[in-house]
């Protein structure tokens, strides 16, 4: 089954820094989206990236994908101690339209 | 900007009661999905619903789960006979076009003791 698993699990950083999360799944998609969940709370859409596309910015966000590799990647640029959350990667393929997620990053911005 | 709302945030039901979670998905939206995530797993997806009948359920969804959507505006999910393993944080979503822009809602908790 397609599945989006990413890493690291878990991601420690100073606020200021650049954080690199990573996301790799096995079977062709239609599309690739990134989701943030602040502890307990429910789950914020953060950005599309589509088969066909091989990279999107949203704001501070930077998000590739590679379909050879099977793999995409968020970038969070200048991180503020607010961007601590989960980040999950979730994948939309196939012949069905569910959201496949992967386990998530817990990133931990420290001011 | 418009939101997906869940009640109750928490709910705490004895095992073998029956529980309806609500949901009020975003008003031009066409596809309606339940999802749900244990303590410390991944968000696991259940069923989703286009056009009044269940278009995908997964292997979670058994004869204990059911939906509904009753009126315009709501979307329901039935647990019949809950069982200590149904405490999950579960999330309804929306979205207009089919595995494209979801909205989630922020969440029930359901605990079953």
């Known amino acids: 089954s397609q599945q989006g698993e990413e890493d690291p699990q878990a991601l420690s950083i100073q606020e200021g820094e650049n954080a690199t999360m990573n996301c790799s799944y096995k079977?062709?998609?239609?599309?690739l989206q990134w989701y943030r969940q602040n502890s307990g709370r429910g789950l914020v859409h953060l950005i599309l990236i589509r088969s066909n596309e091989r990279e999107k910015h949203s704001g501070r966000l930077r998000v590739t994908l590679d379909t050879s590799k099977k793999s995409s990647s968020l970038l969070i640029t200048a991180s503020r101690a607010a961007d601590t959350a989960s980040y999950f990667c979730a994948t939309v393929g196939g012949s069905n339209y569910k959201l496949t997620f992967g386990k998530g990053t817990l990133l931990t911005v420290n001011p | 900007e418009p939101e997906v709302t869940q009640t109750p945030s928490h709910q705490v039901t004895q095992m073998g009661q029956e529980v309806i979670l609500r949901c009020v998905p975003i008003?031009?939206?066409?596809?309606f999905y339940w999802y749900r995530q244990i303590l410390g797993q991944k968000v696991e997806f259940l069923v989703s619903f286009y056009n009044n009948e269940i278009s995908e359920k997964s292997e979670i969804f058994d004869d204990q789960f059911s939906v509904e959507r009753p009126d315009g505006s709501n979307f329901t999910l039935k647990i019949r006979s809950t069982k200590l393993e149904d405490s999950a944080m579960y999330f309804c979503?929306?979205?207009?076009?089919?595995?494209?822009?979801?909205?989630f809602g922020s969440g029930t908790r359901l605990t079953v003791v």
């Open positions: 008003s031009n939206h066409l596809y």
């Open positions: 079977t062709s998609i239609n599309n």
């Open positions: 979503a929306s979205s207009r076009i089919e595995g494209d822009g979801y909205t």
